[in-house]
């Protein structure tokens, strides 16, 4: 028999629930119509995967002026079992599965939010399809019985935002055997989508691994041409800026995952990562290799300059051994 305390927390879950944008809707977060740099598509399982670019979308839209748009596949609910430190902030009980999967998707997609205006996000799109469950099988997703996301109108979808978008460049995670299976079917619908672009017309598509400064780093180069590089095409955390060199780009990523609340999980990662690593996908040609790098060299050399202080800024106004 359930308590009055858990018959009225679901009755909040279903009032709010009631609320979800309607799905496949846009949201604009920072209007950049005047951008004159690059146009960047993240595309994206859940609401929280941008954290693997984070701090690579923040210095394109921040110092290249660039136009950085997400694509968020499914709705997030299956993260209702993270959820136990932000129970008494949000008020509902979160980790009741059945109240939890009611409500996360408007938690979540406004959390999305929130770390999109802080890392320089000018619109996300929420297509709203299921978070069914955490699988390492992809075939859960895009076998041929798959039911978990209505898999036509994903690729219709992802369709039209890459031929309205005009993009440069699209990043998403970089698959592997362990990874969760919506990072992977994510991935591959977005590789699926841009290959089948006219090539005068198709982004270049990156996909993203964040790795510590102990993690050996080798160049790779495309096996059927051996003078192409794939990657890695490298964001570096830990760059450092502003007075005296105390900040590095961490702090953005930081303040981003600590947006992502419900994901109690996710708050573990601060502070984590020195480097973000960037891979060809799909298309690994030399005129992508090109791009792609050309594109990092212009973030490697793009920051905010330096300001001099005089005495009225306080004794350490000086530059300190």
Known sequence: M????????????????????????????????????????????????????????????????????????????GGFKYSTLAEPLYGIEITDEATGRAVLPEIRRK?????????????????????????????????????????????????????SGRYDYVFALAPSETSHAHHKAATALAAEAVLAMDPARRPVMLVSKVRDASEPRSIAYAPENLSVKIGPFVLD???????????????????????????????????????????????????????AEALFTLLRNAKPPARDYTESAGTNYESLP
Not at 267 to 288: H, K, M, P, V
Request: proline share 3%; net charge negative; with cysteine.
């Open 111 to 163: 959390e999305l939010l929130e770390s999109a205006r802080i890392l320089g996000v000018s619109a996300v799109t929420f297509l709203g399809e299921r978070d069914h469950r955490y699988t390492t099988d992809v075939d859960e997703v895009l076998g041929p019985d798959a039911k978990a996301w209505d898999l036509a109108r994903v690729r219709r979808k992802l369709a039209e935002q890459l031929a």
């Open 2 to 77: 359930r308590t009055l305390p858990t018959l009225v927390l679901s009755g909040l879950a279903l009032a709010l629930a009631s609320c979800i944008a309607p799905t496949g809707s846009r949201v604009d977060v920072e209007r950049r119509s005047l951008a004159q740099g690059p146009r960047v598509l993240g595309v994206i399982a859940h609401p929280d995967d941008e954290l693997a670019f984070g701090a690579t979308l923040y210095r394109l839209s921040h110092q290249l002026d660039a136009t950085c748009d997400l694509l968020v596949i499914t709705n997030g609910e």
């Open 237 to 291: 955390r830990r760059d450092k800026l502003g007075h005296q060199d105390k900040l590095d780009y961490g702090i953005v990523v930081n303040w981003a995952i600590a947006a992502h609340k419900s994901q109690g999980s996710m708050q573990l990662y601060a502070n984590r990562g020195d480097r973000e690593e960037f891979t060809l996908f799909g298309d690994r040609s030399a005129s992508s290799s090109q791009r």
